[in-house]
T-cell receptor, first 116, second 109 residues
Protein backbone atom coordinates (compact mmCIF):
# COMPACT_ATOMS: atom_id res chain seq x y z
CA UNK A 1 0.00 0.00 0.00
CA UNK A 2 0.92 3.64 -0.28
CA UNK A 3 3.36 4.94 2.31
CA UNK A 4 3.55 8.41 3.76
CA UNK A 5 6.59 9.30 5.81
CA UNK A 6 6.61 12.12 8.32
CA UNK A 7 9.65 13.60 10.00
CA UNK A 8 10.54 14.32 12.73
CA UNK A 9 8.37 12.10 14.88
CA UNK A 10 9.14 14.14 17.98
CA UNK A 11 10.54 17.62 18.39
CA UNK A 12 11.09 19.81 21.40
CA UNK A 13 11.87 23.46 20.89
CA UNK A 14 12.09 26.69 22.79
CA UNK A 15 9.39 29.29 22.64
CA UNK A 16 9.97 31.72 19.77
CA UNK A 17 11.78 29.31 17.47
CA UNK A 18 10.44 27.84 14.23
CA UNK A 19 9.98 24.15 13.54
CA UNK A 20 9.64 22.43 10.17
CA UNK A 21 7.82 19.14 9.71
CA UNK A 22 8.20 17.17 6.51
CA UNK A 23 5.66 14.89 4.88
CA UNK A 24 6.73 12.66 2.01
CA UNK A 25 4.80 10.26 -0.15
CA UNK A 26 7.29 7.46 -0.72
CA UNK A 27 5.82 5.38 -3.49
CA UNK A 28 3.26 7.58 -5.17
CA UNK A 29 2.79 11.15 -6.29
CA UNK A 30 0.49 13.27 -4.19
CA UNK A 31 -0.86 16.42 -5.76
CA UNK A 32 -2.82 17.09 -2.60
CA UNK A 33 -1.77 16.60 0.99
CA UNK A 34 -3.66 17.47 4.15
CA UNK A 35 -2.33 18.69 7.47
CA UNK A 36 -4.20 17.88 10.65
CA UNK A 37 -3.69 18.80 14.27
CA UNK A 38 -4.72 16.59 17.15
CA UNK A 39 -4.90 17.41 20.85
CA UNK A 40 -4.67 14.61 23.42
CA UNK A 41 -7.65 12.26 23.32
CA UNK A 42 -9.39 14.43 20.76
CA UNK A 43 -10.18 14.16 17.10
CA UNK A 44 -8.19 15.41 14.13
CA UNK A 45 -8.79 18.99 13.12
CA UNK A 46 -8.04 19.83 9.51
CA UNK A 47 -5.65 22.76 9.33
CA UNK A 48 -5.02 23.13 5.64
CA UNK A 49 -5.02 21.49 2.25
CA UNK A 50 -1.65 21.57 0.56
CA UNK A 51 -1.64 21.70 -3.23
CA UNK A 52 1.47 21.03 -5.27
CA UNK A 53 2.67 24.14 -7.03
CA UNK A 54 0.10 26.48 -5.53
CA UNK A 55 -0.85 28.11 -2.26
CA UNK A 56 -2.32 26.05 0.52
CA UNK A 57 -5.96 26.39 1.44
CA UNK A 58 -6.34 27.05 5.14
CA UNK A 59 -9.33 26.20 7.29
CA UNK A 60 -11.15 28.93 9.13
CA UNK A 61 -9.33 30.01 12.25
CA UNK A 62 -5.92 28.70 11.18
CA UNK A 63 -3.29 31.43 10.93
CA UNK A 64 -1.55 31.34 7.57
CA UNK A 65 1.48 33.25 8.80
CA UNK A 66 1.78 31.00 11.80
CA UNK A 67 1.59 27.69 10.00
CA UNK A 68 3.48 27.97 6.73
CA UNK A 69 2.82 25.19 4.24
CA UNK A 70 4.92 24.52 1.19
CA UNK A 71 4.20 21.81 -1.37
CA UNK A 72 7.09 22.22 -3.77
CA UNK A 73 7.03 18.76 -5.33
CA UNK A 74 4.64 15.88 -5.90
CA UNK A 75 6.20 13.94 -3.05
CA UNK A 76 6.93 16.54 -0.39
CA UNK A 77 4.90 18.95 1.68
CA UNK A 78 6.27 20.85 4.66
CA UNK A 79 4.60 22.54 7.60
CA UNK A 80 6.58 25.20 9.43
CA UNK A 81 5.34 26.36 12.80
CA UNK A 82 6.77 29.86 13.09
CA UNK A 83 7.59 31.59 16.35
CA UNK A 84 6.28 28.63 18.28
CA UNK A 85 4.57 29.06 21.62
CA UNK A 86 3.60 26.49 24.24
CA UNK A 87 -0.02 26.51 22.99
CA UNK A 88 1.27 25.24 19.64
CA UNK A 89 2.32 22.02 21.35
CA UNK A 90 0.31 19.30 19.69
CA UNK A 91 0.36 16.22 17.48
CA UNK A 92 0.56 17.18 13.80
CA UNK A 93 -0.37 14.59 11.19
CA UNK A 94 -0.12 14.78 7.42
CA UNK A 95 -1.95 12.69 4.89
CA UNK A 96 -2.21 12.23 1.16
CA UNK A 97 -4.70 10.68 -1.19
CA UNK A 98 -3.40 7.50 -2.79
CA UNK A 99 -4.33 5.86 -6.05
CA UNK A 100 -6.33 3.09 -4.48
CA UNK A 101 -9.99 3.17 -3.54
CA UNK A 102 -11.25 6.65 -4.28
CA UNK A 103 -11.02 9.01 -1.36
CA UNK A 104 -8.81 6.88 0.84
CA UNK A 105 -6.17 8.83 2.73
CA UNK A 106 -2.77 7.52 3.73
CA UNK A 107 -1.39 9.01 6.90
CA UNK A 108 2.05 9.74 8.19
CA UNK A 109 2.94 8.59 11.68
CA UNK A 110 2.57 12.07 13.08
CA UNK A 111 4.92 14.58 14.68
CA UNK A 112 4.65 15.45 18.34
CA UNK A 113 5.70 19.04 18.95
CA UNK A 114 6.48 20.25 22.43
CA UNK A 115 7.24 23.93 22.86
CA UNK A 116 8.92 24.84 26.13
CA UNK B 1 -14.52 22.16 11.35
CA UNK B 2 -15.92 19.08 13.10
CA UNK B 3 -18.42 17.14 11.06
CA UNK B 4 -19.15 13.87 12.76
CA UNK B 5 -20.27 13.01 16.23
CA UNK B 6 -19.49 9.52 17.40
CA UNK B 7 -20.90 7.51 20.21
CA UNK B 8 -20.04 6.07 22.48
CA UNK B 9 -16.98 8.17 23.32
CA UNK B 10 -15.49 5.15 25.04
CA UNK B 11 -16.30 1.45 24.95
CA UNK B 12 -14.87 -1.39 27.02
CA UNK B 13 -15.59 -5.01 26.14
CA UNK B 14 -14.18 -8.50 26.61
CA UNK B 15 -12.37 -10.39 23.90
CA UNK B 16 -14.80 -12.26 21.69
CA UNK B 17 -17.58 -9.74 22.10
CA UNK B 18 -18.78 -7.47 19.32
CA UNK B 19 -18.15 -3.72 19.35
CA UNK B 20 -20.49 -1.24 17.71
CA UNK B 21 -19.65 2.40 17.13
CA UNK B 22 -21.97 4.99 15.67
CA UNK B 23 -21.30 8.13 13.70
CA UNK B 24 -23.65 10.96 12.81
CA UNK B 25 -22.88 13.76 10.41
CA UNK B 26 -24.49 16.96 9.23
CA UNK B 27 -24.09 17.60 5.51
CA UNK B 28 -24.27 15.61 2.29
CA UNK B 29 -21.36 13.32 1.53
CA UNK B 30 -19.73 11.45 -1.33
CA UNK B 31 -18.50 8.72 0.94
CA UNK B 32 -17.84 7.94 4.57
CA UNK B 33 -14.68 6.29 5.83
CA UNK B 34 -13.58 4.65 9.04
CA UNK B 35 -10.06 4.90 10.41
CA UNK B 36 -8.23 3.40 13.32
CA UNK B 37 -5.57 5.09 15.42
CA UNK B 38 -3.32 3.42 17.95
CA UNK B 39 -2.20 5.71 20.73
CA UNK B 40 0.31 8.31 19.52
CA UNK B 41 0.37 6.96 15.99
CA UNK B 42 -0.96 7.89 12.59
CA UNK B 43 -4.29 6.70 11.25
CA UNK B 44 -4.94 3.57 9.27
CA UNK B 45 -7.77 3.36 6.76
CA UNK B 46 -10.22 0.55 7.53
CA UNK B 47 -13.10 0.80 5.12
CA UNK B 48 -14.88 3.21 2.78
CA UNK B 49 -18.59 3.18 2.02
CA UNK B 50 -20.01 5.27 -0.79
CA UNK B 51 -23.15 7.36 -0.46
CA UNK B 52 -25.10 4.96 -2.67
CA UNK B 53 -24.14 1.92 -0.61
CA UNK B 54 -25.97 0.76 2.50
CA UNK B 55 -23.69 -1.92 3.88
CA UNK B 56 -20.16 -3.12 3.39
CA UNK B 57 -18.03 -5.88 4.87
CA UNK B 58 -14.31 -6.34 5.25
CA UNK B 59 -13.13 -9.26 7.34
CA UNK B 60 -14.48 -8.78 10.86
CA UNK B 61 -15.70 -5.28 10.01
CA UNK B 62 -19.21 -4.39 8.97
CA UNK B 63 -20.18 -0.84 8.10
CA UNK B 64 -23.65 0.49 7.46
CA UNK B 65 -24.68 3.85 6.07
CA UNK B 66 -28.07 5.52 6.29
CA UNK B 67 -27.95 8.75 4.31
CA UNK B 68 -31.53 9.64 5.23
CA UNK B 69 -30.53 9.70 8.89
CA UNK B 70 -27.01 10.92 8.15
CA UNK B 71 -25.55 8.15 10.24
CA UNK B 72 -23.16 5.23 9.96
CA UNK B 73 -22.15 2.38 12.21
CA UNK B 74 -19.02 0.26 12.46
CA UNK B 75 -19.32 -3.23 13.88
CA UNK B 76 -16.25 -5.20 14.86
CA UNK B 77 -17.13 -8.84 15.43
CA UNK B 78 -15.28 -11.29 17.65
CA UNK B 79 -13.07 -8.56 19.04
CA UNK B 80 -9.47 -9.14 20.04
CA UNK B 81 -7.20 -7.33 22.48
CA UNK B 82 -5.27 -6.04 19.46
CA UNK B 83 -8.40 -4.14 18.37
CA UNK B 84 -7.83 -1.74 21.25
CA UNK B 85 -7.51 1.69 19.62
CA UNK B 86 -9.45 4.83 18.77
CA UNK B 87 -11.81 4.64 15.83
CA UNK B 88 -12.83 7.64 13.78
CA UNK B 89 -15.40 8.13 11.08
CA UNK B 90 -14.57 10.67 8.40
CA UNK B 91 -16.89 12.22 5.87
CA UNK B 92 -15.80 13.15 2.38
CA UNK B 93 -18.04 15.76 0.85
CA UNK B 94 -15.93 18.53 -0.60
CA UNK B 95 -12.64 16.89 -1.49
CA UNK B 96 -11.40 16.91 2.08
CA UNK B 97 -11.97 14.55 4.96
CA UNK B 98 -13.56 15.83 8.14
CA UNK B 99 -13.20 13.56 11.13
CA UNK B 100 -15.64 12.69 13.84
CA UNK B 101 -14.98 12.87 17.55
CA UNK B 102 -13.87 9.25 17.79
CA UNK B 103 -14.59 6.23 19.95
CA UNK B 104 -11.92 4.82 22.24
CA UNK B 105 -12.27 1.06 22.27
CA UNK B 106 -10.67 -1.07 24.96
CA UNK B 107 -10.78 -4.82 24.53
CA UNK B 108 -9.82 -6.82 27.61
CA UNK B 109 -8.25 -10.26 27.19
Amino acid sequence: GAVVSQHPSRVICKSGTSVKIECRSLDFQATTMFWYRQFPKQSLMLMATSNEGSKATYEQGVEKDKFLINHASLTLSTLTVTSAHPEDSSFYICSARGWGEAGELFFGEGSRLTVL
Amino acid sequence: SQQGEEDPQALSIQEGENATMNCSYKTSINNLQWYRQNSGRGLVHLILIRSNEREKHSGRLRVTLDTSKKSSSLLITASRAADTASYFCATDGTDKLIFGTGTRLQVFP
